[in-house]
């Protein structure tokens, strides 16, 4: 808990925003077991409002708008396919301090609530993550953030690589972050992912239509999903007519089958072989060669 990140958007001298509050940004969520807080405003007052995430049990995640501790004012509902690493859901909170409206525009899709008891001014408190309230955070990440009235505003890529200082576009080193991991590291320097250790010849190839690396071996499939980081063994639905030697394989994608392929071995006339990646059964292309 207490590694769990904490981004504060102005660590010093918050500025003061008049007759609204935008807060604008790129939001990646993976979660499927946990709820949290993707940002938090505390106002002068010392209101609490916050943007969570829930994940029902009955397949429907969601974001929701609270005044802490009161009441949920708006319910966003996600789909499946939106948890994704790296799949970047537009959000636009547009919080109005005259009309005492709040607007979340997601993707095009607008949701509003009103009732709320704001002054016309603010000087906001803004945490992403882990908050001075709350410490529970879902599996995201987040990037191209605005912060804005109608007279001014501060952007911040969020495209650091070191460090908690956080900088706008101009340089500005406005924001501090606790414990960040900031994910352009992942596309700059190797990390172990997957480890797996074969007593027999196995072939490795990739799975575009699953995003996922396959290994296979004479009696089963391992498939790696990058993108949720887990592994699945499943055994062949018939014997490989090929006796691995190289492993060596090629995937035609369109029909979705996994060639495999080998130098003639002396104890057998099967050369070639092809695996249904859908139903796991082998096909003995020798024969129809």
Not at 10 to 19: G, I, L, Q, S
Not at 49 to 70: A, E, H, Q, R, V
Not at 79 to 108: G, M, P
Not at 126 to 155: C, E, Q, R, W
Request: with cysteine.
């Amino acid at each position: 808990m207490s590694k769990r990140t904490s981004y504060v958007v102005f660590a010093e001298d918050a500025p003061t925003f008049h007759d609204r509050l935008i807060i604008d940004f790129d939001l990646s969520l993976w979660d499927n077991d946990h709820l949290g807080y993707v940002f938090n405003i505390i106002d002068n007052k010392n209101n609490s409002y916050s943007l969570t995430y829930i994940y029902n049990y009955n397949g429907k995640p969601t974001l929701n708008f609270n005044i802490d501790s009161k009441s949920n004012k708006i319910e966003i509902p996600l789909t499946l396919e939106q948890l994704k690493k790296r799949k970047w859901l537009k959000v636009k909170a547009d919080i109005d301090l005259n009309a005492q409206t709040v607007s979340f525009l997601i993707n095009k899709k607008k949701y509003k609530a009103s009732g709320f008891n704001f002054e016309n001014s603010i000087t906001p408190k803004i945490t992403f993550g882990k908050n001075p309230h709350y410490s529970d955070v879902p599996n995201m990440a987040i990037k191209n953030l605005k912060i804005a009235d109608d007279d001014k505003s501060y952007f911040f890529a969020l495209n650091e690589w070191k460090g908690k200082v956080v900088h706008t576009d101009d340089g500005d080193a406005l924001g501090y972050v606790d414990h960040p991991a900031w994910l352009i590291n992942e596309s700059y320097f190797w990390t172990l992912k997957y480890k797996r250790v074969f007593k027999e010849v196995a072939g490795l190839n990739f799975d575009a239509g699953r995003q996922a690396l396959f290994m296979f071996k004479k009696d089963s499939l391992i498939r790696y999903n990058l993108a949720e980081d887990n592994f699945s063994a499943k055994p062949f639905q018939n014997k490989l007519p090929v006796t691995l030697l190289l492993g060596k394989s090629v995937i035609n994608t369109k029909t979705n089958q996994c060639y495999v392929y080998e130098v003639l071995p002396p104890d057998t006339m099967h050369s070639i072989a092809s695996l249904d990646l859908n139903t796991l059964k082998w096909k003995d292309e020798a024969k129809h060669l």
